[in-house]
Nanobody, 121 residues
Framework: QVQLVESGGGLVQPGGSLRLSCAAS????????MTWYRQAPGKERELVAS???????TYADSVLGRFTISRDNAKNTVSLQMNRLKPDDTAVYYC???????????????WGQGTQVTVSS
């Protein structure tokens, strides 16, 4: 069984910073891409940033230059450093990891429970 647990959300003023973390645990053989998504009220879930096992990163245009994604392959964790936050960044942030479980035959996507980020003065 595989589990993803996010942490680090909260309330921050515009211009501030937050760091989100996501830890994958359980019967994991290998992890491919690790991705952060977000969903604001009334909007569809959108990709924020993604990182491959080899460290190649992808960012949404709206966060490029402000957010940085990183991962620790030894610890099965992915982090999202968010700087110069704006009210438009307010959303529930979700971690997704593409994982091959021990004994499994294919990679599958797993989701965390989400963590709320609110940017407001």
């Amino acid at each position: 069984q595989v589990q993803l647990v996010e942490s680090g959300g909260g309330l921050v003023q515009p211009g501030g910073s937050l760091r989100l973390s996501c830890a994958a645990s359980g019967s994991i053989f290998s992890i491919n891409a690790m991705t952060w998504y977000r969903q604001a009220p009334g909007k569809e879930r959108e990709l924020v940033a993604s990182i491959t096992r080899g460290g190649t990163t992808t960012y949404a245009d709206s966060v490029l230059g402000r957010f940085t994604i990183s991962r620790d392959n030894a610890k099965n964790t992915v982090s999202l450093q968010m700087n110069r936050l704006k009210p438009d960044d307010t959303a529930v942030y979700y971690c997704n990891s593409v994982i091959l479980p021990y004994g499994g035959s294919r990679y599958e996507g797993y989701w965390g429970q989400g963590t709320q980020v609110t940017v407001s003065s």
